[in-house]
């Protein structure tokens, strides 16, 4: 039996659960730093699954699917660092994130029948040079992928129980 896709693993569709309750319970009604970091740590969990399950349905190695893991934990946590920290990043992140949003944005809006915009919405972001503390969360993804990972990498001869071979022949 094959192990569930990465995209299906508890981690992952735990981390997509706490984004969202996150950004659409918590913050509204707590709006703290906790809900803050709360949606750093699952972003950094969940981004690096995401492309590693890509790669995994796309039916590339595991080694493939490995190292577009640790690719994506990389590039996940260098852009944490960066918006946190450095102004012009923070600005590109909030266009941009608006820019990849607007489609959503423009479906609610039709739905609930407000007016539209046809520019984009800029998303909010706090910058806190004490997110960067969560950037470590990207090492829980990373482990669970070189686990999934390594069921794949091993032969099925060695998935079976065998018995040991004599020492001599007769």
């Given at each position: 039996m094959n192990p569930p896709s990465l995209l299906l693993r508890p981690l992952t569709l735990g981390a997509l659960g706490l984004l969202v309750l996150n950004d659409h319970v918590l913050k509204p009604t707590f709006h703290n730093a906790l809900t803050g970091k709360l949606s750093d740590v699952a972003i950094l969990i969940l981004l690096p699954m995401l492309v590693a399950g890509g790669a995994e349905l796309a039916g590339t190695s595991a080694n493939f699917v490995r190292r577009v893991g640790i690719g994506g934990a990389a590039i996940?946590?260098?852009?944490?660092?960066?918006?946190?920290?450095?102004?012009?990043?923070?600005e590109v992140y909030r266009v941009g994130m608006g820019v990849f949003?607007?489609?959503?944005?423009?479906?609610?809006?039709?739905?609930?029948?407000?007016?539209?915009s046809h520019l984009p919405n800029r998303v909010d972001l706090v910058m806190d040079s004490n997110d960067a503390f969560t950037v470590p969360a990207a090492l829980i993804s990373l482990r669970a992928i070189w686990r999934a990972t390594a069921a794949r990498k091993r032969p099925a001869a060695q998935d079976a129980v065998?018995?040991?071979?004599?020492?001599?022949s007769y």
């Open positions: 996940c946590a260098l852009v944490m660092i960066l918006i946190n920290v450095h102004e012009p990043s923070g949003r607007m489609p959503l944005d423009f479906a609610l809006a039709t739905i609930r029948s407000e007016g539209t065998r018995s040991p071979k004599p020492l001599v």
